[in-house]
């Protein structure tokens, strides 16, 4: 072995998991260049909350934030996270979009997708799984990982051994958690080394406080790519620290050929970064903390932060230790889902509303019930009956692939923003974020008119002679 591969998250997890995605373009471009030369096997830099993010609350287009990373990244793979059929949005996409959507990526520079589903249903990652392959990308197949009565080394198996089927390039173990253990780390790297012929990468967050051991075992075992940030962004509920990472692999035959002097400049430019959020109040010192109590609860961070959110809003704070306690019931009930976007927020807001209102399932989103109704796929456990009469009474469910039911949108969505339409990615924007993408374009429009007004009145001035 020469080494484990590192994928540096700064640019898309790192931030999304303790700034709440904030990170600007603006404060990645100047230090893209050096972390290009530190011998990474990938850069993560896309997907997950950062398409949404930009346009809600950054004012930025995220396909010209692609395409300014990659106009520097010249030596290092750029990657994103991508929810399978959901791509970057909360609900299953027509296969046209999903289509698109992929194409469009990796024309804009993407190089490696990693590709989930929630329910580990692959049926929900095989459109865009070849339409990555198809189009010239690496297509990563993501376990979702979780602990329950079924979900064990023999069921991750199997489900990487169907994504291997798909033609996926590596799988990764995702563990958004945190809960992944070292030794039950280890036996799951060694299990599927044995049936699994691509390259197998560990994705977790130091939430609960194991996972720089997790991924030590996981590394002895076999593993070829592991996820870390830059220090001044990584622990807490972000991944383990990549410079204290590399160290612990000093006189190890997995020590990474990196140049740890670039990496130690690197890690003061992101000190000022992280300096500068925590004074915007963006940056909370307990994402910063470890929590022990994620290895009962199994809530990853981003969800622990929109639970306290939806309490508040309900004058309910008093009410977090219930609601934690409330959602491993849920989770039961609703078949032992992954706690990973969308589902987790799904979970989370049914708990919390089993909570407050007093009693179990009195009031029920319609994201549960389509859940319930096949949806969103199939869970890994059935749902009783006892609970499915609870949530949609005698109503059907479907047991097929779920975007099966969905007609084709892209013409829709391109007549629909044809005035305010600048690029042919805009059509991707508006369809995963009709409202907030319409918003950002009549921005870009509006100051686009006012730029070309104020040259008209320059040029058409009359000087004294």
């Not at 929900?124 to 064990?152: C, E, M, R, W």
């Not at 989370?348 to 029920?364: S, W």
Request: with cysteine.
């Amino acid at each position: 072995m020469t080494g484990i591969k590192i994928t540096e998250t700064a640019f898309r997890d790192a931030h999304q998991s303790l700034i709440a995605t904030r990170m600007t373009t603006a404060d990645m471009l100047p230090i893209a260049e050096k972390l290009d030369r530190v011998g990474f096997h990938a850069i993560e830099v896309w997907g997950g909350a950062t398409f949404d993010s930009c346009l809600r609350y950054l004012n930025e287009d995220p396909w010209e934030r692609l395409r300014s990373l990659k106009k520097v990244f010249k030596n290092t793979k750029l990657q994103m996270l991508l929810r399978g059929q959901n791509l970057l949005g909360y609900k299953h996409y027509p296969d046209d979009v999903v289509e698109e959507f992929v194409k469009k990526s990796i024309e804009n520079g993407i190089d490696i997708i990693r590709i989930f589903d929630a329910l580990n249903d692959v049926r929900n990652i095989k459109t865009a799984v070849l339409a990555t392959k198809k189009y010239g990308g690496h297509a990563q197949g993501a376990l979702s990982y979780t602990t329950s009565p079924v979900h064990n080394t023999g069921y991750y198996v199997n489900v990487a051994i169907e994504m291997q089927d798909m033609g996926v390039d590596s799988i990764c173990i995702k563990d958004m958690s945190g809960i992944l253990l070292p030794y039950v780390a280890e036996e799951l790297v060694r299990e599927l080394k044995k049936v699994i012929t691509v390259p197998i990468e560990v994705h977790s967050h130091f939430t609960s406080g194991v996972a720089n051991q997790t991924y030590m075992k996981a590394i002895e075992a076999g593993a070829d790519i592991i996820d870390t940030a830059i220090s001044p962004l990584g622990n807490g509920t972000s991944q383990p620290a990549t410079e204290p990472m590399i160290a612990s692999l000093q006189g190890s035959p997995y020590y990474p050929d990196l140049d740890m002097d670039l990496l130690l400049e690197i890690s003061d430019y992101f000190k000022g970064i992280k300096e500068k959020y925590i004074k915007d109040g963006l940056l909370n010192s307990k994402v910063l903390d470890v929590d022990v109590n994620t290895l009962v609860y199994q809530v990853p961070g981003g969800m622990l932060s929109n639970l306290v959110s939806q309490l508040k809003s309900q004058n309910a704070e008093d009410k977090y230790e219930e609601v934690l306690n409330e959602v491993p019931k849920v989770r039961k009930d609703l078949g032992y889902p992954p706690l990973v976007t969308p589902l987790s927020q799904m979970v989370g807001t049914q708990a919390v509303f089993n909570v407050i209102l007093g009693e179990r399932y009195k009031m029920i989103p319609k994201e549960i019930k389509d859940y319930v109704k096949g949806l969103y796929g199939k869970p890994a456990v059935p749902i009783s009956d006892e609970i499915k009469k609870i949530i949609i009474g005698e109503e059907e469910v479907f047991t097929g692939r779920p975007a099966d039911l969905l007609e084709p949108q892209l013409d829709i969505y391109r007549n629909e923003i044809k005035e305010f339409m600048e690029q042919e990615e805009d059509i991707l924007s508006y369809g995963l974020f009709p409202q907030i993408a319409l918003g950002f374009f009549k921005q870009r429009q509006a100051s686009k008119y006012k730029i070309d007004s104020e040259l008209l009145d320059e040029e058409n001035k009359v000087y004294p002679v």
